[in-house]
Every structure is written in C-alpha cells, then in structure tokens.
C-alpha cells in the first residue's frame, strides 16, 4: 500500500519510522518532510494547506491511505474533502476538530457532557473581560478562542499578567482573529499528563500513557514550548486510572459528538490535570502530541497500517492493539533561542553515531538538506528516543545518544522524566 503523511516534525518521522516496519507498506509520501523523514520516505513539496493540490497527488499516485499530523489542514477541513471524493484518510472532519480548534467550542461542549472541566467564561468584550478577571483575582487562566500555535494560553499569576493577556489577545490582536473571542478559566493545579485513544467513533483504545515537559527549562522554569521531551508510560496513570478517564472523559466525548452527529475517527488527545486522584480535562487535540508521539509509537508493537485502516474503515473493535512492556524516553535538541527567535541552517553532527546506540532512534524535527551536511532548520531539531526495561534505563539510553549529537547553540533538558523517578 502507499501511504502520505502531511507534516514534517518528530511526530511525523516516528509516524513514518513505525509505518516503514510494516510489511503492508510499498512506499511512504511525506510533505513537507524533514532531512530524516527522507530516509524513509519520498518528501513532496505540496503545501499542506493546499487540499486541491494535495487531493490531486493522492489520485495521480494512486495513493491509498493518508495520514494528517497537525491540526491546522485538520481544522481547515481536509478529512471533509477527501472524503467527499471517496479517499481514505485518518482525522476527525473540521466539524470534530473544533474541539482542538475552537476553545470555546470545546468548553461549552464538555459543560453540555458533563466532562469534568475548570470552571470558565467567554468573553467577546475586552471591558467585560477585564471586569471579570479582577472580580476573581489570580491565579486565573486566559485563553484565545482559535488556534494560535500553542501560544494562546496564559496562566496568570496576578491580575496584572491576566490584563497583560487580555491586551495582548484582545486589543494587540497578537493571534489575529483566534483572538476575536477569550476564555477566562479557573486555574488548576496538579501534575498533568498526556492520554491519547485511537478511535473509529465506536469503538476506543486507549495508547501507552505519556507525560510531556512543556517549559524550555529544568525544573519546569521558563517559558512554555511545543514540548521538550516525554516519556510514556506515566506511572501516574494506573490501569485502574486510565479506565476512569475512558469511562469519565474518553467514553462521554465520543458518544456525544456522535450524538450531535460528528463522529470521530482519528485520535483524540486530552491533556490532563491530577490532583487527588481525580483527572480534569485542560485541553483537547485532535491528533497525536508531538513529541509524546516519540516514545508512545517506540512501544508500539502492532502494525500501525493495520490500525489506521481499522479505523478508517470502522472496524477498530475488531484489532487487538498490543504494546511492548518497555519504556521509552525522548528528549528534545532545540535550537539556540527557542522557543523565541532562532537561527538556521546549522551543522548538525553525530546523528550516525547516536543512531548506531542499539535501542536508541534519533526522530528528526527541525532538519533540512544543505548540500551533503543536515542542519537545523527549526526550534526544535531532533527527539532522541531510547527505550529500555524501565525509565530509568530508557532514560539512561536517551541520554548516551544525546552526548553522541552536537551543533552550534544546541540546547536540551536534562532532566526528561524526571516525575516518573521521584
Ligand atoms: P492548553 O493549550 O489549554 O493545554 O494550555 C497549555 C498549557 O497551559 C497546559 O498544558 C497547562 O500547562 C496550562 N493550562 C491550561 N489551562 C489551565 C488551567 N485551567 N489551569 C492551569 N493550567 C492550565
Ligand atoms: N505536546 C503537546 C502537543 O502536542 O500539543
């Protein structure tokens, strides 16, 4: 079968590493693409935003599956299209993908379920706003409606920096129109986790749970990122754990998008807040995490084909999803600057090296060809992944392979997993 990915981060390169390993896959079709991904696959120049085009190749190549990674063609309705002439593709239909794309829609359509939620209002009027955030004092969190790259939320610590959020949003129009609208929200505290499910709107399977560490520096400090590095699983997330968030989160969310008659079939994310052993929903996103991708498809044992065409085709319920008992740690190498403004085209050296490591697998991001050097081309460049009997060794491994890997100004963590070894 031939299969086209659309992106070209870590999470597309471990779509595609974890595609390749089946024996069902003739050829992998990538745009963009990275210098990694290119190893496995034929990395086309269509922009992903360009459905007519997209849907053209796809006929011309006679291409039998397609896999969408981002939530942008998601949101602007790519699933619609394609499958409005008859092809098979993995994502929820713009209507669904609301529930990523929309914050407002996504609130109200959990307060409408009963989905356990933080408490919030939206607001249209940055004068309302205001007045609301200094009736409930801080901590208070705000939030753009639309999608604004994973920049649109502030969790305020005073008033003040609430105020400086609504301006930015609201009057600045930093986001553009994401910003048309806000959410002000309650703030939560706790230790959060990522749980993603493959589902064909029957029928859902939970994967291998993941925590992400979002801030660019140790300890949690700093400015908030894409992710520098995850590990899955999350001790914190029990067997008897995780069927309470099916049966609390997963379970209402599907069953009443069905109900209002937008079935989901792809996979659903939700980012979690624990505290006393109770889970509550921060977000929800209508793809894989990038980079818990990393490690959660590392401990993947069945064959990925199989499950996308189970769930294109609605017969999810009748695979049986197996996982490895390893565990599997990915940290992040970003560039000098990220997550604000960085440099590119840097020589990156030691990818065979840390390649070579048995067990380790170096996911690209950021990376593009210069003649026969790979350089950066990102803020976040590479996901080293290890997988191992336990974090720790996993961790360990990860590690090993990161000291093989150096370019100018490079950056990373070291301190990946640290919750899951306390
Ligand atoms: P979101 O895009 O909604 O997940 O927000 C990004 C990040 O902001 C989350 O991963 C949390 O770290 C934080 N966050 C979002 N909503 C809240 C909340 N209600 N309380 C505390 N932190 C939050
Ligand atoms: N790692 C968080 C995300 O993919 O949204």
């Not at 067997?239 to 792809?266: N, Q, S, W």
């Not at 990220?338 to 697998?361: C, F, Q, R, V, W």
């Given at each position: 079968m031939k299969v086209l990915i659309v992106g070209g981060g870590g999470r597309e390169h471990a779509i595609a590493w974890k595609?390749?390993?089946?024996?069902?896959?003739?050829?992998?079709?990538?745009?963009?693409?990275?210098?990694?991904?290119?190893?496995?696959?034929?990395?086309?120049?269509?922009?992903v935003d360009d459905f007519a085009a997209l849907l053209d190749f796809v006929k011309y190549e006679w291409i039998d599956l397609t896999i969408v990674g981002p939530e942008d063609p998601l949101s602007k309705g790519i699933v619609d299209i394609f499958e409005k002439e008859?092809?098979?593709?993995?994502?929820?239909?713009?209507?669904?993908?609301?529930?990523?794309?929309s914050k407002i829609f996504s609130k109200d359509f959990m307060r409408r379920h009963r989905i356990p939620t933080a408490d919030y209002k939206v607001f249209s009027s940055y004068l309302h706003a205001e007045d609301h955030v200094r009736m409930m004092g801080a901590p208070i969190v705000i939030k753009a409606d639309g999608l604004a790259?994973?920049?649109?939320?502030?969790?305020?610590?005073?008033?003040?920096?609430?105020?400086?959020?609504?301006?930015l949003i609201m009057k600045e129009r930093a986001f553009g129109e994401a910003g048309d609208h806000v959410v002000v929200e309650q703030c939560l505290e706790g230790e959060e986790a990522s749980f993603m499910v493959f589902t064909d709107g029957d029928t859902i399977v939970p994967m291998g749970s993941s925590q992400d560490?979002?801030?660019?520096?140790?300890?949690?400090?700093?400015?908030?990122?894409?992710?520098?590095?995850?590990?899955?699983?999350?001790?914190?997330?029990?067997?008897?754990?995780?069927?309470?968030?099916?049966?609390?989160?997963?379970?209402?969310?599907?069953?009443?998008?069905?109900?209002?008659?937008?079935?989901?079939?792809?996979i659903l994310y939700a980012g979690l807040m624990i505290k006393d052993n109770t889970p509550t929903v921060l977000e929800f996103n209508c793809r894989l995490g990038d980079p818990e991708t990393q490690p959660v498809l590392s401990r993947l044992s069945t064959d990925l084909l199989d499950i996308c065409l189970a769930i294109t085709d609605g017969r999810l319920g009748e695979l049986n999803i197996e996982w490895k008992p390893e565990s599997a740690v990915c940290v992040v190498l970003a560039s000098k600057g990220?997550?604000?403004?960085?440099?590119?085209?840097?020589?990156?050296?030691?990818?065979?090296?840390?390649?070579?490591?048995?067990?380790?697998?170096v996911f690209h991001a950021g990376t593009a060809f210069?003649?026969?050097?790979?350089?950066?081309?990102?803020g976040r460049v590479l996901g080293v992944t290890a997988t191992g009997a336990d974090i720790r060794a996993a961790r360990d491994l990860a590690y090993k392979a990161v000291e093989k890997i150096s370019f100018d100004g490079m950056q990373y963590r070291k301190d990946i997993a640290y919750r899951a070894l306390r």
């Open positions: 595609l390749a390993q089946s024996q069902k896959v003739d050829k992998i079709y990538c745009t963009p693409g990275n210098a990694g991904i290119a190893s496995i696959a034929e990395c086309i120049e269509v922009a008859g092809r098979r593709i993995l994502g929820p239909t713009k209507a669904a993908a609301r529930l990523e794309s790259a994973g920049k649109g939320v502030f969790v305020s610590p005073t008033v003040e920096d609430a105020i400086d959020a609504l301006r560490h979002k801030r660019i520096f140790d300890g949690d400090k700093g400015p908030n990122t894409g992710g520098m590095g995850a590990y899955s699983p999350a001790p914190i997330i029990t067997p008897e754990f995780e069927k309470r968030i099916v049966d609390t989160i997963m379970r209402p969310v599907i069953d009443g998008l069905k109900a209002e008659g937008m079935k989901y079939k792809g990220y997550p604000g403004s960085y440099e590119k085209g840097t020589i990156i050296k030691g990818l065979d090296e840390a390649n070579m490591i048995d067990g380790a697998t210069n003649n026969n050097d790979i350089v950066t081309s990102g």
